[in-house]
């Protein structure tokens, strides 16, 4: 899936996932690796899917689709969306 061309200002990610335990700390990891701090940040589970919002300011588009392959390659994720809309 291609990401869209994103402002500068603004990244939403909505991940997919299993409703597993390690879902939503290896997404919020991930981010803290590399000292950023999400703007908004939303988790719900529903019949065993999670799905998780993660919003940021000031992601170049470079990064943010280099942060949505890595988000990819996790195994629990089932599908990594990125738009530079945000909520």
């Known amino acids: 899936m ?3 061309e994103l402002a500068p200002e603004c990244a939403l990610f909505t991940v997919f996932g299993e409703a597993d335990p390690a879902l939503l700390p ?7 690796k590399c ?4 703007a908004w ?5 529903l019949d065993g899917e999670m799905h998780v919002e993660v919003e940021f300011s000031g992601l170049s588009a470079a990064k943010a689709d280099h942060f949505a392959e890595v988000l990819r390659q996790m195994p629990i994720v ?5 738009t530079g809309e945000s909520r």
């Open 2 to 4: 291609n990401s869209v």
């Open 78 to 82: 089932s599908l990594v969306r990125l």
């Open 41 to 45: 940040l939303h988790a719900e589970t």
């Open 35 to 38: 000292a950023l701090v999400p």
């Open 26 to 32: 290896r997404i919020v990891a991930l981010f803290a």
